[in-house]
Structures are given as C-alpha cells and as structure tokens.
C-alpha cells in the first residue's frame, strides 16, 4: 500500500520514516531508501514551512543529492533535478528562448510559405519559443514540486547572485513575452554544494543550511540494510545472519580504511565515501559469503570500488 502524503504545503512534513521498496522506480529512475537524521528531518521541514531553499553541504558522496527524491517520495510530489555545470547560467534555470526558429519561421511566413492560421497564430505568439528551465517548471507546476539544485559551486560565482530575486520572491520575468511569472505554489527547493568555492553572503542569506555529517558505523550497516534489504516503518525488514555477518566485516573494513585514509592525508583529497561503500558491498555480496569474509582478512579485495587513485592505492598497500 503506498502510504505517501499529497496535502497543501502548509500540512506537509517530511519523517523519514517513509520508505520506497527496493525495487522502485519513478520517471525511470531507481529511488532508494534514504535515513536522515533527526536534524537533518528538521532541517528540511524548516525549509518547508519557512518557504526558504535548504544549502546542503557535506563531503562528496555523502547522500545530499538523494535527498530531494526521498522527500518527494514521501510526500508523494514531482522531482525535478537541476545539474549545474561550470558554463551554467541562471537564465538557463528559469527559461530559454529561441530566438533562431523565431527568426526562421518568420522568414518564411515573409515569403508565403506558410498560410495555416492556425500555424500563423503559433509563429506570432511569443510564447511558442520559450521553454522552461528546472526552477521555471517548478515555479509554475501546478503542484507543490522538489527541485534539487546539485552542485551549485560548479558555476560561475555570479551565478547564484543571479538567483536572488527568484529564490528570495519565487518570481520571474520572460522579457519577450512581456510577462512576469510568479510560483503557483513555492517549490521545495534543496541545494547542494561540496565547498569548492565559497558562495556570496547575500545568496546564503537567503537560505536555510545544513552539514551533512558522515555516517558512524552503526549508521552505515542501517544504510547498507535499508539499500540492499528494504525497511519499514518499524524496521523489521532485516537480513539473515550469514549476510548480517558479512555486512558487520564489509562495514568495520571500510571504516577502517577510512580512518587510515583521514589518518595520513587529513582534509587533502577524497576519502571514501558512503556511495563507494555501498558498490563495494554490492560486488562482494555476489560471491560466497565465507570466501569473501576470508579475503577481507587479508588484503582487500576489488580495491579498485574504493580507492579512487593510486597515491591511495600506494598509501594503503604500505600499511599492509
């Protein structure tokens, strides 16, 4: 039974507490389980009733990103995903407007080629060449929608200067049209960003933040269970105990290696994160249990899923 909410934005409150199977899909994407703390629940439901967008920083491969479809999965509201890029404009986000098949199609309505009315009409509405940008269609959805903003310190640093307005009064204006859009109904709007630059004071002002802390031991084996095994509400759903041993080693090795990692390098480079844990976990959970629990005594197996460089690769063999 799908037990998701679709209430007014005012009712709404993310738990969660509720949780897809394992299997499920929406719009073609897989959308997985997802375990929040109880600060980080709290810190979306501000952003929910405060109509503010929540800044999510952390290290890469922590879980920011997943976030926005576990809230939208259980609140039952439409996803969308705005991958920023270094050439990356605000305008991009909001619309664009093709000004070359405007110019075309009145080159040939010029010279006759074109005598449907009902075509004449189309080339003569401005509206014809505009298309919504992620943040434009969640503006004017006519429902409640969750925008992820994904890596927002990829662009240039004007670029979220340039959202201000938009962010701040959930409006825009399309020139062409001559029209001023304002939101249906405010999206839920999360931001994420791995600190590569620092971002304006008047852009972080407008927004709520959180850090996402990385996830202890025991946090991690819920992750691995929740990913590979499902959970309920009241989190029955648990393996058997050959895989319950298997996830305990998988987890104590990782974060072992983890711990040498920020031991030698500190905050220099990429440690290991939580999404190579779980890809780690899925290869080895194909093999014999026993062989595997054998090779983790030694040294690690398919290191190439977690080490990511071979300065690592040196570090870790060194310490063997």
Known sequence: MDNRVNQPMSNQRY??????????????????????????????????ILQRPLLLQGEPGCGK?????????????????WTIKSTSRAQDGLYTYNNLARLRDSQLLALGQITDPEEIRRIKDPKTYVELGKLGEAFLSDKTTVLL??????????????LLLE???KR???PEMKKEKTAKHPPIILITSNQERDLPDAFLRRCLFHYIEFPNKERLIEIIIARFFG???????IPDPDENQLIQEVVAKFS??????????????????TSELIDWFDVLRRYPHD????????????????????????LYLSKL
């Open 15 to 48: 738990t969660g507490k509720v949780h897809p199977p394992t299997d499920h899909k929406e719009n073609g994407q897989r959308v997985y389980p997802y375990l929040p703390s109880d600060e980080l629940v709290e810190a979306v439901n501000l952003a929910i």
């Open 65 to 81: 990103t997943k976030l926005a479809q576990a809230v939208a999965y259980e609140l039952g509201l439409p996803y969308l995903c």
């Open 149 to 162: 903003i994904d890596e927002i310190d990829k662009a240039d640093i004007d670029f979220p200067n340039d």
């Open 167 to 169: 962010l701040d009064e």
């Open 172 to 174: 825009f204006t399309i």
């Open 231 to 237: 959970v309920t509400e009241d989190k029955s759903t």
């Open 256 to 273: 072992e290696l983890r711990e040498l990692l920020d031991k030698e390098k500190g905050q220099r480079g990429k440690n290991i994160s």
């Open 291 to 314: 062989e595997v629990l054998k090779q983790l005594q030694g040294k690690l197996p398919y290191l190439g899923v977690l080490l990511k460089s071979w300065d690592d690769h040196r």
